[in-house]
């Protein structure tokens, strides 16, 4: 947003000759952002996506001043995640406002895993979160629902559900680039997407992190953990602690 800057001769003759010379540019209705990372290693709730690998993501939003926005974010996997597919695309709808300094967000999430040779390895996952800003601090709780599905079942099961929770706390370091993060969540249920047969009575996951921006660029490190033992097709263990790297750039 700009503000038209005037000397005060010209605010006096504008009052006279033109009442509205002088005023504020209406945001607009409709933004559009987005972006790229490469990451040493795709957590999802802190298990590798990637066999401990490289992954290339990217995601653009349309956002409303309503508040309604739709997302498309996307990243390279493994094809041991969804039997042989080597993309997760991640369809999001949702609705969030900020009441002096409280966020509200809720939404939609579908996962899309193209290639995976027509097995059900796409799943849906309702959303909800609320957040808070205290000065540079920021504290989140956030909850995602699965309902009963093929693509969350394991244990010989048909179909299963799975409800994630989790806190998250952030802040920036004042005058600084610098910001910090930290992350614990829990999931209650299995899901042979993110962690097999090993979680089926659910586990819990932590980050911590820290980043450094830079013009458009965003540098970022963090440690990740689990509670559990999940192992690849390679041998690796996908839950095991490690530490991720990323850069990534906003547009």
Known sequence: MRKSIIGLTAV?????????????????????????TVVTDYRFRGIS?????????????????SGFYATVWGSSIDDYIATGSDQEIDLIAGWAKDFNGTKLDVGVLYY????????????????????????????????????KQHALASLGKARQDNLYTAFD?????PE??????????????????TAGSSFSKGYTDWSLGASYTWNHLTFGVSYVDTDGDVFTPSGRNASKAGV????????
């Open 12 to 36: 006096l003759l504008s009052t006279i000759a033109s009442p509205v010379f002088a005023q504020e540019e209406p945001a607009p209705a409709v933004t559009v952002t987005g972006g790229a």
């Open 49 to 65: 996506q990637t066999d401990k690998r490289f992954a290339v993501q990217g995601t653009f939003t349309v956002a409303h001043e």
């Open 112 to 147: 899309y895993y193209p290639g995976s040779g027509g097995t059900n390895t796409d799943f849906i996952e309702p959303y909800a979160a609320v957040s808070h800003t205290f000065g540079p601090a920021t504290a989140k709780l956030s909850a995602a629902y699965a309902p």
């Open 169 to 173: 706390l952030g802040a920036g370091i």
């Open 176 to 193: 600084t680039p610098v910001s910090l993060s930290a992350h614990v969540g829990h999931s209650f249920g299995p899901s042979y997407l």
């Open 244 to 251: 991720v790297g990323s850069v990534g750039v906003a547009f």
